[in-house]
């Protein structure tokens, strides 16, 4: 009686169809998009509202783009290490000469930034960043471009 049972569950489960589950996507997907500045800091002083407003960063794949009233400033090639704690990131310069080393952490609609300007420093906490760091929270815009 028991082995018919096993038998049907079994040619019922071999008839269902495998599941398609989507592989998770990795950091630099999930900031894929435009993100709009919702705090600023650079130095231990907050960017005026007005100066944060005007400020979008967009990425698209491994570039990172930082735009002040809709013109590109600033283009660097964006690399995340999820593996450590704090998660890691290092952008470079198009021609690869200069970079700044950051943390950061993703949020379900924002994304937490923190950058060293000091060549080779990395901070290691979201605060008491010095004079050359920068402290920046960007609020997603749009899901991808």
Do not use: H
Not at 36 to 58: C, D, F, H, I, W
Not at 75 to 94: C, G, H, I, R, Y
């Amino acid at each position: 009686m028991v082995r018919p049972l096993i038998i049907t569950i079994m040619a019922m489960l071999w008839s269902l169809p495998p599941c398609m589950a989507a592989p998770p996507a990795d950091d630099l997907q999930r900031m894929e998009g435009s993100w709009t500045v919702k705090y600023a800091e650079k130095g231990n002083k907050p960017v005026s509202t007005q100066e944060a407003k005007a400020m979008t960063l967009r990425i698209t794949g491994p570039v990172f783009s930082i735009m002040v009233d809709g013109k590109v400033v600033n283009n660097a090639t964006l690399s995340v290490d999820a593996t450590k704690e704090p998660k890691q990131f290092k952008m470079a310069s198009p021609d690869g000469k200069q970079s700044v080393l950051g943390i950061y952490k993703i949020e379900p609609e924002e994304i937490r930034l923190c950058w060293d300007n000091s060549p080779g420093k990395r901070p290691v906490t979201f605060s008491g960043i010095n004079e050359s760091g920068s402290l920046v929270y960007f609020r997603l815009v749009k899901a991808k471009l």
